[in-house]
């Protein structure tokens, strides 16, 4: 199917193209000038325009079925449970997890403020738990996309870069930009404190200085209140690029620098203290599970070789596009505009610190690769740029025949990328269940609890349980007990933790976990009320 499209589009835009290089406006006859002129005046406003087909895109790439998939196992399904709990308590200082300070999930609760608002106009759902995820991933695409069309004055860079950015797996998958998870809004934040930065130090505006430094203030204090210390990994990176181009004795003697710094320690340290106030034992918490514990040692059993990161990029985290890293790095450096080829220089620094930053930690784990792909796809996006510049320049190429030339160009090469993508969105919905593989069962509860409330109406108390951690069925247990006046109680770490609860004769209990009803077998007498699939709802006869 792949390699018919791909001989379709190839056939299409060759065919075009060579209609195109032929027509001559000499020999035009009149009656098509009127469509001459429209074309004229469409690329006159092709920002616009441009900007305009672009938002469609993103909105089809991270809005699209956002909700289909059920909460996945690990870090969203925690997320879910912080904003509910947060949103029932009101406590908006302490995230709290199964009733108790969450004392794993130790970042900064911005990211949950967002989702219990989002909740609140939208309901306790799964889009509105994906929202401001997907709304940071749209607003990063659309910031990539101005930054170069306005800054770096070329719409191509800013079309090749940011469709490079929606059409790459590592940023619209799991953890990132459709999912409930801290990374896309870290990105957000990450983004725009880079490129303000960049704009800053290549700057001779006093005012213009100014502004693109309280951006970047701002976007810094807001990283870090989003994850941590993970919002100043592109840092050093960024320190070295300051000190190639001879500056960074300037930014220290610099009064704006130590005012930005004794902001940053206000706001930051200032939230610290005030969560170790009210949830003593925070601050060690979070020196243990974020400052020194996953860096220098491996958490949760997440270990992988040095050279992880740049095998996910290559095997299908930046596919197609890693491949045109390297051309679009060496363009942009060797680019006769200035504001390119410092670009392409700060790329290199940010690129290749950051993942040196992250292959070095003991902790590795998929999505921390995520704050990569924005800068990456700016640089590829000036290479492909310097390469239709030089083709256009070799063919004299002018006017609006270059424009549509380019334009063909490039819906040429994303298509097959671009129809992949929302195909996969709209048409295979597993594609949306990114622990589908590694947890097939204990993610099933939501769907399994939508047959009971159908097939059982009459059903509105029962136990759910799940031999292992399980904050899925937490949350979906919480959901139904709020939004549907169910009791649902619920017990995990059966096998471990809880191994010693008891049930009462008489008990309903439902589980997705084959491993369960065979312990359960072992220890009560069960009769079977329903089952779906690998989902059973058991009494507890004695």
């Known amino acids: 199917m792949k390699l018919i499209l791909l001989s379709i589009v190839i056939f299409v835009y060759i065919f ?56 996945q196992m690990w870090d969203e399904s ?18 709290y997890f199964d009733g108790n300070p969450d004392m794993w999930g130790t970042k900064p609760p911005l990211l949950i403020w967002l989702i219990v608002l989002s909740m609140k106009i939208f309901g306790y759902n799964e889009f509105a738990l994906r929202l ?7 607003m990063t695409s659309i910031i990539i996309f101005v930054f170069a069309s306005k800054y770096l004055q070329d719409i191509k860079i800013a079309l090749i870069g940011g469709l490079v950015l929606i059409t790459s797996h590592g940023f619209i998958g799991y953890h990132t930009g459709r999912t409930g998870d801290y990374d896309a809004l870290l990105v957000l934040w990450i983004t725009i404190y880079s490129l303000s930065y960049f704009i800053y130090l290549h700057s001779d505006e006093p005012k213009k200085q100014n502004f693109y430094w309280s951006i970047a203030t701002v976007a810094i204090i807001l990283a870090v209140l989003t994850k941590g210390i993970a919002g100043l990994l592109p840092l050093p990176g960024i320190i070295l690029y300051t000190a190639y181009q001879k500056k960074f004795g300037k930014l220290l003697f610099s009064s704006r620098f130590y005012i930005s710094l004794l902001i940053f320690i206000g706001a930051i340290f200032g939230y610290y203290f005030l969560r170790e106030y009210y949830n003593p034992g925070y601050i060690s918490s979070v020196l243990n599970n974020e400052v020194g514990g996953r860096y220098l040692e491996t958490k949760e059993n997440n270990s992988h070789p040095f050279l992880y990161y740049i095998k996910n990029l290559i095997n299908y985290r930046f596919i197609p596009w890693i491949y045109l890293l390297p051309v679009g790095l060496l363009a942009s450096i060797f680019s006769q505009k200035k504001n390119l080829k410092n670009l392409g220089i700060f790329g290199c620094f940010y690129l290749t610190c950051y993942l040196l930053i992250v292959s070095c930690a003991q902790t590795k784990l998929l999505w921390y690769d995520n704050p990569f792909y924005p800068i990456a796809s700016l640089v590829i996006g000036i290479g492909g740029s310097e390469i239709f510049s030089h083709l256009s320049n070799h063919f004299s190429l002018q006017g609006w025949k270059r424009q549509l030339i380019v334009a063909l160009t490039i819906i040429s090469i994303f298509s097959i990328p671009y129809f992949h993508t929302t195909y996969n969105l709209v048409y295979q919905q597993e594609f949306l269940r990114f622990d589908k593989n590694s947890h097939p069962n204990r993610i099933m509860y939501r769907d399994y609890f939508q047959e009971i409330f159908k097939d059982l109406p009459q059903l509105k108390k029962f136990t759910a349980i799940s031999s292992k951690y399980n904050a899925h069925l937490i949350f979906y247990s919480k959901l139904a007990n709020l939004t549907k006046s169910y009791s649902i109680s619920y017990v995990v770490h059966y096998s471990q933790q809880n191994k010693n609860h008891k049930f009462s004769p008489q008990e309903v209990v439902v589980t997705c976990e084959e491993e369960m009803v065979q312990q359960l077998q072992q220890q009560y007498k069960l009769k079977l009320l329903h089952n779906h699939n690998f989902c059973s709802t058991l009494i507890i006869e004695k």
């Open 78 to 95: 925690r997320r879910a449970v912080n904003a509910l709990e947060m949103s029932m308590n009101g406590n908006f200082i302490v995230t």
């Open 132 to 138: 401001p995820s997907a709304l940071c991933a749209m």
């Open 16 to 71: 075009l193209l060579v209609a195109l290089l032929r027509i001559n406006l000499n020999n035009i006859s009149t009656r098509y000038h009127f469509l001459l002129s429209t074309i004229e005046k469409l690329v006159k406003h092709r920002f616009l325009i441009s900007l305009f087909l672009f938002i469609i895109a993103i909105c089809l790439v991270f809005l699209l079925n956002l909700g289909v998939a059920p909460v």
